[in-house]
């Protein structure tokens, strides 16, 4: 079975800047798959890449099996850099000009007005839409060849929360349909919310991959103690110094969560009260920045 997406050393470079290196990106049938990084990753080049909009200096791309271009991109939709739609048509008459343009019959139209919940304003002029109207007409029209796979570039950028809000919602809902989604954002309460993989890209390299527990890992611990000063040594002597950390009055441990019940022993056994004793996640903005960091350094 063919993948929606997959590169293989896919690399492109504008003179002596290398704006996406050795990019092995694979997006699974059915998923939505996060495209992450901060602006100025290369996210924007390498889905102009897959689209067949910029031809990569080296390596390989192919949508659904097929090298980019073939077939006039049938099966695939994609929203790129925001929507472009004339100011002084309604929304449905734009959507009818592009279904002309697609070779799409005229019910279709309807359908995905529908789908994006724009059917009440369907005939006001585009020129009059709020900014999260015109992304959803955009939206609507990357589907209206019915496709099994869809791109969309930043689709939140420059949206209000309510905005934000309705978008996330409009892409769960494609993605549990099953359509596979490919969403490129900076946005890391986006990617957490409605992606099922995440692959995070920094100067162009991509760095990470992995569903978004996969990512945060196992942290550890989170241990509240009195007192403080006799938890903190007490802790250290059982695992190690370079495990503890003592944050906001508190302690976080670099050991599984299975270890707490033994943990907790230890510590009531010494004499502590323990107040708190939990698996702590890693917050997820901190591994952006981590893998960022981490990624940069690896560069350099």
């Given at each position: 079975m063919n993948l929606p997406v997959q590169t293989e050393g896919l690399t492109k470079r504008y003179g002596g800047l290398t704006a996406v290196q050795d990019l092995n990106l694979t997006v699974r049938a059915g998923e939505v798959y996060g495209f992450l990084g901060p602006n100025g990753a290369g996210k924007t080049t390498t889905l102009r890449m897959l689209l067949g909009l910029v031809?990569?200096?080296?390596?390989?791309?192919?949508?659904?099996?097929?090298p980019p271009g073939a077939g006039r991109l049938t099966?695939?939709?994609?929203?790129i850099e925001g929507p472009a739609f004339y100011p002084y048509l309604s929304g449905r008459d734009n959507l009818r000009v592009l279904a002309r343009y697609a070779g799409?019959?005229?019910?279709?139209?309807?359908?995905?007005?529908?789908?994006?919940?724009?059917?009440?304003?369907?005939?006001?002029?585009?020129?009059?839409?709020?900014?999260?109207?015109?992304?959803?007409?955009?939206?609507?029209?990357?589907?209206?060849?019915?496709?099994?796979?869809?791109?969309?570039?930043?689709?939140?950028?420059?949206?209000?929360?309510?905005?934000?809000?309705?978008?996330?919602?409009?892409?769960?809902?494609l993605g549990a349909a099953g359509c596979t989604v490919l969403v490129s954002s900076h946005l890391l309460g986006e990617v957490e919310q409605i992606c099922d993989r995440v692959g995070v890209i920094s100067g162009g390299r991509l760095i990470a991959e992995g569903t978004v527990a996969e990512l945060r890992g196992t942290a550890g611990l989170r241990v509240l103690a009195d007192p403080?000063?006799?938890?903190?040594?007490?802790?250290?002597?059982?695992?190690?110094?370079?495990?503890?950390?003592?944050?906001?009055?508190?302690?976080?441990?670099?050991?599984?969560?299975?270890?707490?019940?033994?943990?907790?022993?230890?510590?009531?056994?010494?004499?502590?009260?323990?107040?708190?004793?939990?698996?702590?996640?890693?917050?997820?903005?901190?591994?952006?920045?981590?893998?960022?960091?981490?990624?940069?350094?690896?560069?350099?």
């Open positions: 031809r990569p200096t080296a390596g390989t791309v192919r949508l659904l099996g097929r099966g695939v939709g994609a929203l799409v019959g005229a019910d279709r139209v309807a359908l995905v007005l529908d789908l994006v919940d724009l059917t009440d304003r369907a005939g006001d002029r585009y020129a009059g839409y709020s900014l999260g109207m015109k992304q959803r007409l955009g939206v609507a029209g990357a589907l209206l060849k019915d496709p099994r796979l869809l791109i969309l570039d930043e689709p939140t950028n420059g949206l209000d929360p309510a905005g934000m809000a309705d978008m996330r919602t409009l892409i769960r809902r403080l000063d006799e938890a903190v040594a007490r802790t250290r002597a059982l695992v190690g110094a370079e495990r503890v950390r003592v944050v906001d009055g508190g302690l976080e441990l670099a050991l599984a969560p299975d270890r707490a019940a033994w943990l907790n022993t230890e510590l009531v056994g010494a004499g502590l009260a323990v107040r708190e004793l939990r698996p702590r996640e890693r917050d997820l903005e901190q591994v952006f920045f981590d893998l960022i960091e981490k990624g940069t350094a690896d560069v350099a």
